[in-house]
């Protein structure tokens, strides 16, 4: 029954990695389903070909670009923003 395993790790734990959804059970619950159909391509931790969580091809919005951009760190502005006291 593939419906009664974890949608994240497919009921498959080891003594090194246990799953964060299902504590190492291997149980499906629904925080570990909600995850897979809804989470962020993760394929910039591996290939950049496809994403390891739902074993896909990259589904950023275009090839290569993930949909999250790190910000430069001025707010949202290209450049500091620099305040004048006269």
């Not at 394929?43 to 670009?65: E, G, Q, S, Y």
């Amino acid at each position: 029954m593939t419906e009664d395993v974890c949608d994240f790790c497919k009921g498959v734990s080891s003594s090194s990695y246990v799953c964060v959804y299902c504590n190492g059970t291997g149980e499906w619950n629904q925080a570990a389903q909600a995850y897979v159909k809804n989470h962020i391509c993760q394929c910039i931790v591996l290939d950049r070909k496809f994403c390891p969580v739902c074993n896909k091809a990259c589904h950023h919005d275009t090839t290569l670009n993930p949909k999250q951009t790190i910000d430069s760190g001025y707010g949202g502005m290209s450049t500091p923003e620099v305040t004048v006291i006269a």
